[in-house]
């Protein structure tokens, strides 16, 4: 179910998914909510592109650290790619 920012104050929650399309975050919210998995969405800015960079908008999900594991399986089973941390390399 969706957590407002109280639910994760005390503990660190882990980034596991950017949204970069609205169909996408909405489709992970529902996937999230029928499978009962306790999460966090905010938006926030990231950088796309190689050559030309560009910041955007996008919808940044997040989880509890002792739910990572089930949230990875979820998005996996659904065909998300679970986020996995910054590009590594020297343009990073």
Known sequence: ????????????PVLIYIAKR???A???ESLFTESGVDYGVETDE????????????????YVLPVAVDAAHD??????YK??????SGPDA
């Open 1 to 12: 179910m969706k957590q407002e920012a109280s639910f994760f104050e005390g503990q660190e």
């Open 22 to 24: 609205l169909k996408d």
């Open 26 to 28: 909405l489709r992970l």
């Open 46 to 61: 990231y950088r796309a592109g190689v050559v030309f960079r560009t910041v955007r908008a996008g919808a940044f999900f």
């Open 74 to 79: 979820l998005m996996r089973r659904n065909g």
């Open 82 to 87: 679970p986020y996995d941390g910054p590009p």
